[in-house]
């Protein structure tokens, strides 16, 4: 018996999903626009016809094609002495307080007019 509700339960729970599925279908093409796919495929424009030159007469000679240039000889490269370089002398690390490193010690770059005047 109890085998029979677990089915008869299990049967209206699908048709009723089947059901909720067929009405959300309905209201949903009703209310929204027709989906588009994401790729869209257009025709290419056709090619349009190209005006050709006339063609010769068949008597005369058509002109005569220029010879291609031949190639030019690539510049042969002379081996050059290599040049020394000397690295830049290192500057001297100034230590000191001073900002303006111009080697005066007392001097800390404030903008003080008065020298009696220590404001640290």
């Given amino acids: ?17 089947v059901a909720g599925w067929v009405f959300a279908m309905m209201v949903r093409t009703e209310t929204e626009p027709p989906r588009q796919s ?3 495929v257009t025709k290419a424009p056709e090619p349009t016809p ?3 030159s006339p063609t010769p007469p068949s008597g005369t000679a058509s002109p005569p094609a220029t010879p291609a240039p031949s190639p030019s000889p690539s510049p042969s490269a002379s081996p ?3 040049e020394t370089v000397t ?3 290192p ?7 001073d900002l303006d490193d111009d080697d005066d010690p ?15």
């Fill in 1 to 17: 018996m109890q085998k029979k509700w677990v089915i008869a339960v299990g049967l209206l729970a699908l048709i009723g999903l």
């Fill in 50 to 52: 190209t005006v050709e």
């Fill in 91 to 97: 500057q001297s690390v100034d230590d000191d307080d």
């Fill in 87 to 89: 690295p830049a002398k």
């Fill in 106 to 120: 007392d001097d800390d770059d404030t903008d003080d007019d008065d020298p009696d005047d220590d404001d640290d």
């Fill in 80 to 82: 050059t002495a290599p």
């Fill in 38 to 40: 994401a790729i869209v």
